[in-house]
């Protein structure tokens, strides 16, 4: 006799749990209709959307290391605000020494001096990167209060010797030419830099999960974050893995520091640090390690804090906290939960 | 009866290993042999210590004292990742499944030395004709016997010199039971060498050579199955299976 192989019939599914999966998804279009009932006019709403989508792919970029560095070794890295920092400073000085390419009125000498400045602070950051899980995560794996104190250390030098060599001011910048102003679409004025923004973090979002999905390093990070035990019995060093990633993680986090510079058009020693709150909110809502969940959370969190800051700008602090409060009622372990073996 | 391929040099030699679970003291001397070519049982009641006796092989608890040889080569503080590689297809007691993974990525991160060989798969399929059906469906979505078929075709997805196998039949219905003693019996026909920890006693029988069977963290009989198997009182005396009845 054999094991029964037939295949399963989906009669019995209800239409809801069909959707159930989609539903964190759907939150997106739901929070955004939402918003489009709320705001008076529509010219407002359409800015608003492109600006809070535009915020959350920024977010996203500077979250996704964070949650697999935290699902592939249950490492808390409240230091990851410090290559935010360090890559928005190496970018931003790249891009004030090439003023002749970002002077230039030509988009594309614009994005060369972009991607040059980005390159530059990726490499930078996950350099640092490097030596941070060398010389401050390594000695407390395991150890949660340990991790935190000490990350938090590390996050506290890093910021001290940025103000050492950059000097204490923040440093204000504009955006190269052809990325300045605004298009006009249906009547709203939406600034061409969110626009690239929102391109830009898309692409590595669809890059990540090109890789998650269909490349054996991918297929690793993902059973690593389910089981790393078991990854090891099957013959593939978790530990380098987890090097990669967290470098991988430190790069992106650099990037997207470059990004939200040029976003905010200033930057300072402690923007990494202040973007923690909302990085923390990001990834504990999308489920730690989860990437698709990080997107999703980031997408949600952008969004509503540009509909708040609107309709009633006293909130937008707390409204993300609420917001996370609401998915953790209704999914205590964030939307997109990651199997644990253990 | 004598004991089969006792000429042969073991493929696996566990010398007095002694392992510690934080401050407990869960091994206090393993004594094992593996031969190469033969199915070896590793038997004894609940709690004894066969689970943890295979994780310390794999590197996943470390022997504080003792040594561990495969192959020829000391493994005792090798790498997890190192052992592996060295020849080894390990089926934990939990499967260690990844459920957010596909049964084909299952599959895919198992041949770690490269892509899945076809005439293997073959192989495979025919012994677990439901991984095949379910090749693209995410490993989580599978039922208890599905999951444990996946984890022995896991370990047989590369050639590997060495098994170790914890109970592949634990929880399951007869019927799927039979089929994953027939396909350890196949792997065993093709002249694999095994260590088995399994408590049905029907199915030990049929598959082992050689038995080793333990009790409180340490070997306290080692000979051959169908010794043990002819031999009531003596398993009464080793597993206390009628202390377990009383
Ligand atoms: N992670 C752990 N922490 C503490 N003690 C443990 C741990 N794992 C196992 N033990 C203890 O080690 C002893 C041996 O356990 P082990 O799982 O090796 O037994 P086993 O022979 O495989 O039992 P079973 O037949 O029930 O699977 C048991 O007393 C168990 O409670
Ligand atoms: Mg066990």
């Not at chain 1, 959307?49 to 935290?70: E, P």
């Not at chain 1, 605000?81 to 790249?94: C, D, H, Y």
């Not at chain 2, 109970?167 to 003693?181: Q, V, Y």
Request: glycine letters at 12%; aromatic letters at 8%; hydrophobic letters at 55%.
């Amino acid at each position: 006799m054999s094991a029964p192989d037939h295949l399963p019939t989906m009669a019995q599914a209800s239409p809801w749990q069909r959707l159930e999966p989609h539903v964190p998804l759907l939150l997106i279009p739901v929070l955004a209709l939402l918003g489009f009932l709320l705001i008076p006019s529509t010219s407002s709403w359409l800015t608003l959307t492109v600006s809070g989508l535009a915020m959350g792919m920024m977010i996203f970029i500077m979250a996704s290391g964070m949650t697999l560095v935290f699902g592939l070794m249950d490492v808390i890295n409240f230091g990851h605000g410090a290559f935010i920092s360090v890559g928005a400073f190496v970018g931003v000085t790249v891009l004030l020494g090439l003023s002749g390419l970002t002077g230039a009125p030509s988009l594309w000498l614009n994005l060369l001096a972009v991607i040059l400045a980005i390159t530059a602070a990726a490499l930078a950051t996950g350099l640092l990167g490097l030596a941070f899980e060398k010389v401050i995560v390594q000695p407390v794996y395991g150890y949660h209060l340990k991790q935190i104190l000490v990350t938090m250390g590390g996050l506290i030098i890093v910021e001290q010797l940025i103000l050492v060599i950059w000097g204490p001011d923040e440093i204000f910048l504009t955006r190269p030419e052809a990325l300045k102003g605004a298009v006009t679409f249906a009547g709203a004025a939406i600034e061409k830099y969110r626009l690239v923004a929102v391109g830009f973090g898309l692409l590595l979002f669809l890059v990540m999960r090109w890789m998650l999905r269909s490349t054996r390093i991918g297929l690793i990070v993902r059973a690593g974050v389910e089981n790393g035990e078991m990854v090891e019995a099957l013959g593939y060093r978790l530990r380098l893995v987890f090097i990669g990633v967290f470098v991988a993680g430190s790069a992106l986090a650099g990037l997207g520091g470059v990004m939200w510079g040029l976003y905010q058009e200033v930057i300072t020693a402690h923007m990494g640090a202040n973007l923690m709150v909302m990085i923390f909110i990001v990834v504990i809502i999308g489920g730690l390690g989860s990437v698709e969940g990080c997107f999703i959370g980031a997408l949600l969190v952008g969004l509503m804090q540009n509909y708040v800051a609107f309709l009633e700008p006293k909130l937008a602090l707390i409204s993300n906290i609420g917001l996370m409060v609401a998915i953790l009622m209704w999914r205590p372990q964030g939307m997109m939960p990651v199997v644990k073996a253990k | 009866m004598s004991e089969p391929a006792p000429q042969k040099a073991p493929i696996l030699r566990i010398e007095g290993a002694c392992t510690n679970i934080a401050q407990y003291h869960i091994l206090q001397g393993v004594d094992l042999e593996v031969p190469a070519g033969a199915v070896t049982m590793l038997l004894g009641r609940n709690g004894v210590g066969k689970t943890t006796t295979l994780r310390t092989i794999m590197g996943l608890w470390r022997a504080h004292r003792g040594r561990i040889t495969f192959d020829g080569q000391e493994i005792t503080a090798l790498p997890t990742p190192a052992i592996s590689r060295a020849g080894i297809g390990f089926v934990p007691e939990d499967m260690g499944i990844f459920s957010d993974l596909t049964v084909e990525e299952n599959m895919t991160l198992a041949a770690a030395s490269g892509p899945l060989d076809s005439a293997r798969l073959d192989w495979i399929f025919a012994a677990f004709p439901p991984l095949k059906t379910f090749w693209k469906k995410e490993a989580g979505t599978l039922s208890g016997g599905q999951k444990q078929m996946l984890a022995i075709a896991r370990a047989m997805a590369e050639e590997r010199k060495l098994y170790l196998i914890d109970e592949p039949t634990k929880g399951l219905a007869p019927a799927i039971i039979a089929t994953m003693a027939g396909a350890l019996r196949d792997l065993k026909a093709q002249g694999a060498s095994i260590l088995l920890v399994e408590q049905n006693f029907g199915v030990a029988r049929m598959l082992g050579d050689t038995c080793a069977v333990m009790d409180d963290g340490r070997t306290v009989w080692t000979g051959a199955m169908a010794d043990l198997a002819d031999d009531t009182s003596l398993q009464e005396r080793l597993m206390g299976l009628s202390m377990e009845t009383a």
